[in-house]
């Protein structure tokens, strides 16, 4: 074996102790600490923390400064308000733990370790298509030796940027540059370093690296013996970034840091941000602590951390050196060193590379050539700093977290395991072992990264959710008199969208589309689905409202529609309607669809809300089931997988209210995977949602076509790993006009001011819409003299006066109830037309008469205030409760019969008039579902439209004279 031409040297430890010397001093003892302030560093600030000590320097670029004080006064300077952090300034170290002499090389123009990473195989050399240019790598480590050029050609050093920074401690100086010193170390790690990324020359043999034209910049941040301060490392990265910032502004720029301790110091941390804000790319290595954990910066997530790998037959005859690692890379020929640092909690390992065992520049007498094999996670991190320096040329607008991801994504996966490795130490092979917490994604290869190094994804999803059909815009009563929603606005705005995204915009809507206008129910939704399909909407969940028709009609819409209706926990639940077996999907909806979107494949599960038998007529879905939505989610999820989706938005009819979001949301989004959902879209409650619920962001956007929510995604197109995405911090109100001017957007791309413009095709298709149906909706019936309002929380003029005409509608009925949300409008003062009453009375319900015994009487009230669907209106009885009390027994007293003015009789039988909706127990009315009925099949719209003409002028009941219900206690938002 080849290691009988080794000679063979003392190892030697990669980190002494990591306690702080000056954080060992006593309480009256001279110590250096980082100071960084949480807002900017001021003369005053800095007159005031200087009674504590003498300021040694300032870096502004990330409000810290290093200073010489009394240990006994740090907590002082930690108390102080314009202080985030203090502390001991940190020893950072980065000598290797293994060297062995090498004294041949056979003739090779490789080694092994790039063999490994892809970057070369040994029949046709180099095999990548990139090899640095135009890339710069900083290299933070002890510098380079005197005798750099012999190694390295001068133009692969960017002599120019080259600086050295020395002091630190505190109390052994303020960090300084030393511009002069990065080229004369007498340590020759940052030489070694220097020569796995650029290679270099072995006795005027060319000597492969891993990015062999790109330009070093040595930074000399650790002293001659290897070591140093954290202070001195965050002025040589905020260096870096403001060579980026500045002279290199056009130049991809890495840094790789071969060195570490064992706490993050908050200055460090602080310069990493910055730098990573300025646009350069940060690797560390994970540091040589095996079991006991990783070192900082590299467990610092921004960073992309790398462990120390190692080739099974580095030492076995005719293996070393020349011998031809498999490629594409063999984790079954793979094994993580011992020393290379496990992944505790609250650290972040990425990959591993090769680090066991690299040869390189090694200086042994000064002045005189030598090369060693070196071991230590400092010899993997600058492979990977190279990789990184390909990918960047291939894409110079690559990012830190993009550049991550590609590396993590594209590793091969290193399981757990054992490998018997040959060692130059012993004749017989030693057995190596690690964990999961030893590899991070697995081992680095730089083929497969460059192959997943493109620009990302860059798209948005918009969405609305209950629309209701509003087509025509509408003054509401919080719009300050200006016009809001319609659908030629609406999309006027999403057209903004999609001109920022070149047209990369993915619209959705969460359901209840067509219900509620006469624009949409006086054509069965078909215009409102027109509209949709001109709009560009690319699927629609089904709400509880799709249904107000029966499923004939929803599947008639379907039909029309250029977009798949979605609900994948909807069934049949028996076999009573000829060709609809149990179990089975029906035909008008689909569980899931895969579309693409700037290249990403991204799979749309929806979800139908499960309480619509109860929320809808039930007569219309007698025979189906509505099942649980997070089982429906995630049984689909593997086939949206299945079928090439790597993104997963859901679209779900379910609603809820902050900051709980009890309503169904929360228990969706708690009950699903973030790692596999990325998005969900919400409806039902006509709530603002734009939050963060148990790692998936949810949106809803209010009702009716006044607000759409926005979600702009960064998304790696290999993988479908989500980079970034962006929420509004509010939903974006669609007005038409604004205090008299213009509907303007602020755009996301440039925070410039667009006017909306309304979109000329939905226009013309609302205009026929409306022509058709103009006669009807603007006939005046009447006028009144006060607006008639609604209040779902309590007794409304709008509930006494609807109650009030349906319990004169049919001779002999005691009382007459309605729920609060089966009155969808107000009413304003003045002339009412039509397509007023139309808007109030939406649905198609009709008057049903119920017989109920006084107790049942009590109970329908009962299930009336429990707060789930707003209280119910009454006409012809009076009663007391409490919000606060249990839900069930919230009824003070007794219910009066007005006509009497006396309680109800338990057994006495009472005729109530309820529309259909209730009557077969919609909004949870079980009571009224299971008692005698008769429905007589009139029109509720229909008996205010006649009561209407008959009565106008009219003045509506006032709730402070009627004083129907008396209601205490705290209601639900």
């Not at 300021?55 to 290093?66: H, M, P, S």
């Not at 001195?232 to 502004?249: E, H, M, S, W």
Request: charged content about 20%.
């Amino acid at each position: 074996m080849k290691s009988k031409l080794l000679t063979f040297l003392i190892l030697i430890a990669l980190l002494a102790s990591t306690a702080s010397i000056a954080g060992a001093a006593a309480d009256n003892g001279t110590i250096g600490v980082n100071v960084l302030f949480n807002t900017e560093v001021t003369d005053a600030r800095l007159a005031d923390i200087a009674r504590f000590g003498k300021v040694r320097e300032v870096i502004y670029e990330i409000d810290a400064l290093t200073m010489q004080i009394k240990a006994g006064d740090l907590a002082a300077i930690q108390a102080l308000p314009y202080v985030a952090a203090a502390g001991p300034d940190q020893e950072r170290q980065g000598a290797p733990v293994d060297t062995v002499n090498a004294e041949d090389f056979l003739d090779g123009l490789s080694t092994w370790d790039l063999d490994a990473i892809n970057v070369t195989d040994f029949d046709s050399g180099r095999t990548v298509d990139y090899d640095g240019s135009g890339v710069y790598v900083a290299v933070l480590d002890t510098g380079l030796l005197d005798s750099w050029r012999q190694y390295f050609p001068e133009e692969r050093i960017a002599v120019e940027y080259a600086r050295a920074f020395g002091g630190g401690g505190g109390e052994k100086g303020n960090v300084s540059s030393q511009p002069n010193k990065w080229e004369h170390d007498t340590d020759s790690h940052g030489t070694h370093v220097t020569s796995t990324i650029l290679g270099y020359s072995l006795r005027g043999t060319p000597i492969n690296g891993v990015a062999p034209m790109a330009k070093v910049i040595p930074v000399k941040v650790l002293g001659n013996a290897g070591w140093g301060w954290s202070s001195v490392v965050a002025r040589g990265i905020t260096y870096i970034a403001d060579l980026k910032a500045g002279p290199l502004a056009d130049h991809p720029v890495v840094i790789n840091m071969s060195l570490g301790g064992p706490i993050l110091d908050p200055m460090e941390k602080a310069a990493i941000d910055y730098a990573i804000e300025k646009g350069v790319i940060v690797v560390a290595s994970a540091g040589n602590e095996g079991a006991y954990g990783m070192g900082y910066p590299g467990a610092y997530a921004p960073v992309i951390s790398v462990a120390a790998s190692g080739w099974t037959g580095e030492w076995t005859e005719g293996g070393w050196w020349l011998g031809d690692v498999s490629d594409p890379t063999d984790p079954e020929d793979f094994y993580i060193t011992d020393f290379s640092s496990r992944e505790l909690p609250g650290q972040d390992l990425d990959v591993s590379a090769p680090g066991s065992w690299v040869v390189g520049p090694y200086q042994l007498q000064m002045g005189k050539l030598s090369y060693y094999y070196l071991g230590g996670t400092s010899m993997a991190s600058p492979h990977v700093a190279g990789m990184v320096a390909l990918m960047a040329q291939k894409y110079p607008e690559l990012t830190a977290p993009l550049a991550e991801e590609i590396l993590e994504y594209t590793a091969v996966p290193l399981p757990p395991g054992c490998r018997d490795v040959y060692t130059p130490w012993a004749l017989d092979p030693v057995e190596y072992c690690w964990g999961e917490d030893a590899t991070g994604a697995g081992l680095a290869v730089v083929d497969d990264a460059l192959d997943a190094t493109e620009a990302p994804a860059d798209f948005s999803v918009v969405s609305t959710n209950d629309f209701h059909g509003a087509l025509v815009g509408r003054v509401h009563s919080w719009s300050n008199g200006n016009m809001v929603g319609s659908a030629d606005y609406l999309a006027g705005y999403i057209n903004i969208v999609r001109e920022e995204k070149s047209d990369q915009v993915l619209y959705l809507d969460a359901g209840d589309a067509m219900q509620g206008t006469l624009i949409s129910n006086y054509f069965e939704g078909s215009s409102t689905i027109d509209v949709f399909n001109n709009m560009g909407v690319a699927a629609m969940t089904l709400g509880n409202h799709e249904f107000d028709w029966g499923q004939e009609v929803l599947a008639e819409r379907e039909a029309q529609a250029e977009f798949p209706f979605l609900a994948a926990n909807l069934f049949y639940n028996n076999n009573v309607v000829p060709g609809n077996l149990k179990g089975e999907r029906p035909s008008y909806a689909q569980p899931f669809v895969v579309t693409e979107v700037d290249g990403v494949k991204v799979g749309i599960i929806g979800v139908a809300n499960p309480e619509t038998p109860t929320i809808t007529n039930p007569v219309h879905v007698a025979d189906l089931d509505f099942t649980d939505p997070v089982a429906a989610v995630e049984e689909n999820i593997p086939l949206v997988e299945a079928e090439g989706a790597n993104m997963v938005i859901v679209l779900a009819h379910l609603g809820g209210f902050w900051p709980d979001f009890a309503e169904g949301i929360g228990d969706l989004a708690c009950g699903l995977d973030p790692e596999h959902v990325d998005l969900i879209i919400s409806g039902h409650t006509h709530s603002r949602i734009d939050d963060v619920i148990c790692g998936i962001p949810v949106t809803q956007a209010y009702s009716s076509g006044t607000a759409f929510s926005r979600v702009d995604f960064e998304v790696l197109k290999a993988s479908g790993e989500v980079l970034n995405y962006v929420m509004n911090y509010s939903p974006v109100s669609t007005y038409n006009t604004y205090n008299g001017a213009p509907a303007q957007y602020k755009r996301w791309d440039t925070g410039v001011w667009q006017t909306v413009v309304p979109d000329p095709v939905i226009t013309g298709l609302v205009s026929g819409y409306e022509a058709d149906i103009d006669a009807i909706k603007n006939e005046v019936i009447g006028s009144t003299s006060t607006g008639v309002t609604r209040d779902y929380r309590y007794e409304s003029e709008m509930g006494d006066w609807v109650t009030d005409i349906m319990r004169a509608h049919m001779p002999g009925t005691d009382f007459a109830f309605t729920n609060s949300g089966g009155l969808r409008a107000d009413i304003d003062v003045g002339e009412i037309t039509f397509g007023e009453i139309f808007e109030v009375m939406p649905f198609d319900n009709t008057n049903v008469i119920v017989d109920l015994t006084g107790d049942e009487v009590r109970q329908v009230l009962e299930e009336g205030i429990s707060g789930a669907h707003g209280v119910i209106q009454v006409s012809g009885l009076s009663f007391a409760f409490d919000y606060d009390a249990p839900v069930g027994s919230r009824i003070i007293g007794d219910v009066i019969n007005l006509s009497t003015s006396s309680p109800l009789e338990a057994s006495t039988i009472y005729k109530v008039a309820v529309n259909d909706f209730m009557a077969s127990g919609g909004d949870e009315y079980f009571t009224l579902a299971a008692a005698p009925q008769v429905n007589t099949y009139a029109l509720i719209r229909d008996l205010l439209v006649d009561w209407v003409k008959a009565n106008s002028p009219f003045t509506p009941p006032d709730p402070a004279l009627e004083m129907r219900i008396a209601a205490s206690g705290t209601p639900p938002s």
